[in-house]
């Protein structure tokens, strides 16, 4: 306890010496005693910069926390702003895609008067059974009109109002729909039904007819609505029905309900 007390005196001693030594005239302060109050003095000011040092850490590393947050906030709206841009772009993308559809299809349906029209609205509970486009009895749509896209088969205009209608889909439950399936030289015609599903089925079809899974599916046009050719979907699976005196198939629709933009609807056709 002696020897500490002695060497701190000593300390405290060689650092007021250091102080009365700077305190002189530089003219009146001999050199060797500048040295030694510098010898004296250099353990103190070391240990003073080294508590200094450890005594700003905490405030350096919250201000870099504190930075870095910033910076990664900057980058999440960065991320978000272009990821609204993607979906943006893909939105036009697709919508462009079902315009330049819709365009084909009325280019190369001769014989075909159409009305182009837009999906304004569908209802959750019911997604698979209607739908409401943008024309009604301004345009002269009539119920029993068939509606397509550029892709495929629809549905059929089942209520009309003065500027809109209401369209039943295909896959709504009770829609029917005659339809052929063709593959080479062979051609079965069968009947189509919705099951209120994302699903068709298509039924009556005789036990001796070659109906296998991916034959494509059209309208047979004998049903006096659809044109014939209008794809309907491809089949997916082919069982023997109840009894075994026909078969059924399931039919993947060729036009996706879900994400349907625009439509035309077929106001008349060859002749009708």
Same mark, same amino acid.
């Given at each position: 306890m002696g020897?500490?007390? +002695?060497g701190f005196r000593w300390l405290a001693g060689a650092v007021l010496l250091a102080v009365m030594v700077y305190g002189l005239h530089r003219d009146w302060?001999? *050199?060797? !005693? +500048?040295? /030694?109050? %510098? *010898? /004296? *003095?250099?353990p103190v000011l070391m240990a003073g910069s080294y508590v200094a040092e450890i005594a700003g850490w905490p405030v350096r590393f919250i201000a870099g926390i504190r930075d870095s947050q910033q910076q990664i906030a900057a980058l999440q709206r960065e991320n978000e702003e272009l990821r609204r841009q993607l979906d943006d772009?893909?939105? !036009? @993308? *697709?919508? %462009?895609g079902r315009l330049r559809d819709l365009l084909q299809l009325q280019r190369t349906s001769r014989g075909m008067n159409t009305v182009a029209a837009r999906i304004i609205a569908r209802s959750w509970i019911d997604w698979h059974r209607y739908l409401t486009i943008s024309v009604g009895q301004q345009a002269g749509i009539s119920?029993? @009109?068939?509606?397509?896209t550029g892709r495929g088969a629809v549905g059929m205009v089942d209520a009309v109002y003065p500027f809109s209608s209401r369209v039943r889909l295909l896959t709504a439950e009770g829609s029917v729909v005659s339809v052929a399936v063709q593959r080479g030289g062979v051609r079965v015609n069968a009947v189509v039904v919705g099951q209120g599903s994302g699903q068709l089925r298509m039924i009556n079809i005789p036990t001796e007819s070659d109906v296998i899974r991916g034959d494509r599916v059209v309208t047979s046009g004998y049903s006096g609505n659809y044109p014939g050719n209008v794809a309907v979907g491809e089949v997916i699976d082919v069982r023997d029905d109840i009894g075994g005196l026909t078969r059924l198939a399931v039919v993947r629709p060729a036009v996706d309900m879900s994400s349907i933009g625009e439509v035309l609807v077929v106001k008349s056709f060859g002749g009708n």
């Open positions: 020897r500490k007390s +002695a302060r001999p *050199a060797w !005693l +500048a040295e /030694a109050a %510098n *010898a /004296a *003095a250099y772009y893909d939105s !036009l @993308m *697709a919508e %462009n119920e029993g @009109m068939a509606v397509i």
